[in-house]
């Protein structure tokens, strides 16, 4: 039993965890039973949008970085273009993310965004225009964490092809430089 018990892997940051579900939790679960409380749509779209909000700051900035080791931003460079710029942990450290807090950080990220995608066909079915307002500006704050953190992630494993391909040149190059100053 103890060696069941042993491969079981735990969450590393339970707290950031928490947090990670809980304000994606208090967005929907507002907006969703809001309309049982509320009579006003103001509060309802300031409500469910600071929440959502909220949480995409959180997720961006804080749970993306300490659950799967990225984080990224956008930049408007002196051209006015915009850059996209990331961030990610070094190679070894990017190797010790806890499997359960990066399966959880992925799968909420892209369950919340199917879940105001619901809300939003279920707004356009009933006609409610306003709310599916409310539905847009969530599901667009989702969406912009989901392509930031799969941007991020892709440059993160580029970068570790580089430095792989950097590290096996360099030895071959002094393995050859070796060999030649021997003879």
């Not at 961006?60 to 990225?70: A, M």
């Not at 792989?164 to 060999?179: E, K, V, Y």
Request: aromatic share 16%.
């Amino acid at each position: 039993m103890d060696r069941i018990q042993g491969t079981r892997e735990n969450y590393a940051n339970p707290t950031t965890c928490f947090f990670h579900v809980l304000f994606k939790a208090a967005a929907l679960a507002f907006y969703i039973l809001s309309a049982l409380f509320f009579d006003s749509f103001v509060i309802i779209f300031v409500v469910t949008v600071l929440l959502a909000a909220l949480d995409f700051w959180v997720v961006k900035n804080v749970c993306g970085r300490i659950l799967v080791g990225l984080r990224w931003w956008n930049e408007i460079n002196e051209q006015g273009e915009s850059v996209w710029k990331f961030e990610s942990l070094d190679q070894q450290s990017l190797a010790r993310i806890n499997n359960k807090d990066s399966l959880l950080f992925w799968s909420t990220l892209y369950l919340t965004a199917v879940a105001w995608a619901f809300l939003g066909i279920f707004s356009l079915i009933r006609f409610q225009a306003d709310y599916l307002l409310v539905v847009g500006v969530c599901l667009t704050l989702s969406i912009a964490n989901i392509i930031g953190f799969t941007k991020c992630q892709k440059d993160a494993k580029k970068q570790i092809q580089q430095f792989a391909a950097q590290t096996i040149a360099s030895r071959f190059t002094s393995t050859l430089q070796s060999a030649f100053s021997v003879v």
